[in-house]
Structures are given as structure tokens and as C-alpha cells.
């Protein structure tokens, strides 16, 4: 059974590589590259700053599950002018090793970020592909739909209902 803490110096390769491995099996590592600059600065975007953070679970002294807190919102696009940035958070970043999915660990990491977003932000926004089903699956359970748009599904999660395991789903592994 993993443990699960906010990042720390010492966890910053191995959620690199976590992440890194499973988005580039999932989107190819062109899409790693140009849109998730944060994973390669693991220290400067989720160490050093007050307003971002991030949650590994950790099993057997490897990182299996990582996600994140940034202090940022659609404010472009169709959802510009919805959000304020001073007061929205982003979560993003919800990976766990393949070969272990199905046992709560994303649930898990969910919550922390959750908990930690309260009382330092109003919303939590977030968004995935609509061709991402094992995730829409996920956000659908736990999530408010906002929008989607040109192949992407905007939700909110709500900041004042703790994130708790529902039935086990085959299909989500969460």
C-alpha cells in the first residue's frame, strides 16, 4: 500500500519520470514537450512556490501516483472571463502507474490536492481530451461539467465535498 505526502526534493525524479512515461505511451512525446513544461521544472513550479503544490503516493520508495495544484485558469479561449485568476486553481497532472490503477491511489491524490486548494483558492478548475475516456469517466464521477469545446471537456471540483471511493470501476481503475 503506497503512502501518499506533498512533493518533496527527494521525490522530484521519480514523479518526473512517472508522469513522463505514462503521458508519452499516452500522448506521444511531442505532446509531453510542448505542453507540460511544468513536469521538467518539477522544483521551481511545485517546490519553490506557495501557490502551487503537488502529491505523490509512493510505494516500496518509488513514486506510483503524482498530482498537482497550479495557480492558473482558463482566462482565454471559452471560458475566458469566467474565473478569477487570483482565486482559481488548476488540477492537473493526475497519473499513476499503470500496473497499479484500479486500488484508489488518483482518489487519493485527488483529495490531498483538494485539501490543500481549500482556503487558499474558490475554484478548481480542470480539463482533459474527449477522446480521453479512462479520464472523462473519472471527472464525470467526481466533478461539475463546465464545457466542451473543440475536443476538450472543462470541469470544476467542488472545493467543499471530500472526494471519497465510489463503487470500483473496471474501466477508470479508480
Not at 480539463?127 to 470541469?155: K, M, Q, S
Request: aromatic content about 8%; overall charge neutral; charged content about 25%.
Amino acid at each position: 500500500m503506497p503512502f501518499f505526502r506533498q512533493l518533496t526534493s527527494a521525490d522530484v525524479e521519480g514523479a518526473r519520470d512517472l508522469v513522463t512515461r505514462v503521458y508519452t505511451a499516452k500522448f506521444g512525446p511531442e505532446v509531453v514537450a510542448r505542453w507540460h513544461g511544468d513536469i521538467r521544472a518539477m522544483e521551481s513550479e511545485y517546490l519553490a512556490s506557495p501557490r502551487q503544490a503537488a502529491f505523490v503516493a509512493v510505494e516500496a520508495g518509488r513514486v506510483v501516483g503524482f498530482a498537482a495544484v497550479r495557480h492558473r485558469s482558463p482566462q482565454s479561449g471559452p471560458l475566458a472571463g469566467r474565473y478569477d485568476p487570483a482565486a482559481t486553481c488548476e488540477l492537473g497532472r493526475v497519473t499513476v502507474d499503470p500496473a497499479l490503477r484500479g486500488h484508489g491511489i488518483a482518489l487519493q491524490l485527488i483529495e490531498l490536492a483538494r485539501l490543500w486548494a481549500s482556503g487558499r483558492y474558490a475554484v478548481i478548475s480542470l480539463h482533459t481530451d474527449c477522446d480521453n475516456e479512462e479520464a472523462l469517466r473519472l471527472w464525470r464521477r467526481l466533478c461539475t461539467p463546465v464545457l466542451e469545446h473543440d475536443g476538450i471537456a472543462y470541469f470544476e471540483l467542488p472545493l467543499e465535498r471530500p472526494v471519497t471511493p465510489g463503487p470500483k470501476s473496471q474501466e477508470t481503475g479508480a
